[in-house]
């Protein structure tokens, strides 16, 4: 009998006054019984809609069905035939606006909590059972992945399972990509990453961190040392800056820095680490995405009293996720809305505060998002010490200007042909946030996965 409630079973979490002194992860996850009851709301439509709205269509009422029997290993099974990262997944898809936006269950009431369900397999799978992912047999084909984000160690995966000798080569001394070093711990714990990447390995895939492609060797050098493809997942780490007077002061950190050196150089836990991090009681962080949200719950976390959210429109075109807003206003994220910086200031080189303009929505623009028009005459100082620009990131330019014959766009993106995910180079491949710009981790995938498949008919042609 399926369970006709008309919410989601809720998942436990950390208390909000409680969890902004930790940076242990803030939902806890379901529990054996809880995940049994919300996987019995699901109707296993024949459909199917659900599917459709998943990137890399994992079959999810034949997972959902699984748990409904308590069958959790055979459902964590069933997920992996199509995503490699599903612990990960879980937690950081949008999944709002993907599964669960096509969810039945979701026009009169929630729709079932697929990525909760999602986590809770692959949560159980690692603690219970025992690890028997194999190496295959090598074809003796050799594949070059650089970066090892979301898009190539899927890319890597997929391709490590159908024979080939990967080789992922990785700037940052600890793979992982944003996973690591962009979403904080209480969001996506870095022990789980790791266990996630180690299963990668365990296919056979090698990673060779420290190695900065386009200084330490170029993609040329790789074809020349017998690599045959090469996928490129370098991800959209450069980050954007507003062009305001005092964004040099000392005090203004790109999210990226600031988010680098709490979650990758553990800086939270200064001095036992040795980065160092500093915030001031009042904190702006300005934008509206998911890497604003993380920066201002990292600097609540930090110690801040006072964490403004600094953004030009309102709430409604936030493209954060939903919960994330929610869990920022529950942990006493103050927003601004509607609100856009005009300059920084400061005193003998230090940041003291930030003249605000107010402003009103006008006509759509070209995202179709209304655009915000200045109010005339409504500067405000807000007074703060700290500010954190969390505004878009775009590729950093490295590899298109070491690499010939590579095809980009003027914003810096690399041009591939979209159902191949080839670039203009031969047997160069691309995907993730350096072909779209800043994007989602399930989709990054799902390119990796995309090109793997691309590459392996290439090179059996
Ligand atoms: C703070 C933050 C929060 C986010 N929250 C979410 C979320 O909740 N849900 C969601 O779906 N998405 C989220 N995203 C977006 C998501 O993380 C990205 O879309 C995704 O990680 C892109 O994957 P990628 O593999 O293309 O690139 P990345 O994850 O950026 O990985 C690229 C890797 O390539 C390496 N690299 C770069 N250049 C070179 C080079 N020249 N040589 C060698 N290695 C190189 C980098 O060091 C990095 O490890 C968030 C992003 C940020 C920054
Ligand atoms: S749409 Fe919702 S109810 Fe239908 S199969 Fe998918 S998860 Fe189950």
């Known amino acids: 009998m399926p369970n006709m409630s008309l919410k989601k079973v809720p998942m436990p979490e950390q208390d909000s006054k409680i969890r902004t002194k930790n940076f242990s992860e803030v939902a806890l996850g379901y529990t054996e019984e809880q995940a049994v009851e919300e996987a019995l709301r699901c109707l296993q439509c024949k459909h199917k809609p659900c599917v459709k709205g998943c990137p890399v269509n994992v079959p999810i009422p034949e997972f959902i069905k699984e748990i409904a029997a308590g069958e959790f290993k055979k459902a964590y ?172 002061l000392n005090g203004v950190y790109a999210a990226n820095e600031f988010l680098t050196r709490s979650n990758l150089m553990k800086a939270y836990d200064f001095p036992n680490s040795p980065t160092p991090i500093k915030v001031g009681k009042n904190v702006a962080v300005i934008g509206g995405g998911n890497v604003a949200m993380d920066a201002a719950r990292t600097a609540k976390r930090l110690g801040a009293e006072n964490v403004y959210i600094v953004y030009r429109r309102s709430e409604e075109e936030m493209p954060a996720r939903l919960e994330e807003i929610h869990h920022a206003k529950e942990e006493g994220i103050q927003m601004k809305l509607l609100t856009n910086p005009v300059r920084i200031l400061g005193k003998e080189g230090w940041v003291t505060g930030m003249e605000c303009i107010e402003m009103e929505l006008g006509e759509p623009d070209a995202s179709g998002r209304r655009r915000p028009v200045p109010k005339a005459g409504s500067e405000f100082i807000l007074p703060v010490e700290t500010v954190i620009i969390a505004i878009g990131q775009t590729p950093n330019p490295l590899i298109r200007q070491t690499t010939e014959g590579l095809d980009t766009h003027s914003w810096g993106g690399i041009i591939v042909k979209e159902e191949t995910m080839e670039t203009s180079k031969e047997n160069v491949y691309a995907g993730g946030d350096v072909v779209t710009g800043a994007a989602t981790v399930i989709l990054a995938m799902g390119a990796g996965k995309k090109a793997a498949k691309a590459i392996h008919e290439r090179l059996n042609k």
């Open 77 to 248: 099974e069933i997920i992996v035939r199509e995503n490699r990262l599903p612990a990960i997944c879980g937690r950081v898809c949008p999944q709002e606006s993907q599964c669960e936006g096509n969810c039945v269950r979701g026009i009169k009431g929630e729709p079932v909590g697929i990525g909760r369900l999602e986590r809770f397999a692959a949560d159980y799978y690692m603690k219970n059972v025992k690890n028997d992912v194999k190496e295959v047999e090598k074809n003796g084909k050799r594949v070059a992945v650089v970066g090892a984000g979301p898009a190539g160690l899927t890319c890597a995966g997929e391709l490590a399972k159908m024979g080939y000798e990967v080789t992922i080569f990785e700037a940052l001394h600890t793979p992982g990509g944003v996973l690591m070093y962009g979403i904080p711990e209480f969001r996506l714990p870095k022990a789980l990453v790791e266990r996630e990447i180690e299963n990668i390995r365990k296919l056979g895939v090698k990673i060779e961190t420290n190695v900065l492609v386009g200084r330490s060797i170029t993609i040329d050098e790789l074809f020349e040392e017998g690599y045959q493809a090469v996928f490129i997942g370098s991800g959209a780490g450069l980050p954007k800056f507003m062009g305001i007077e005092g964004e040099n």
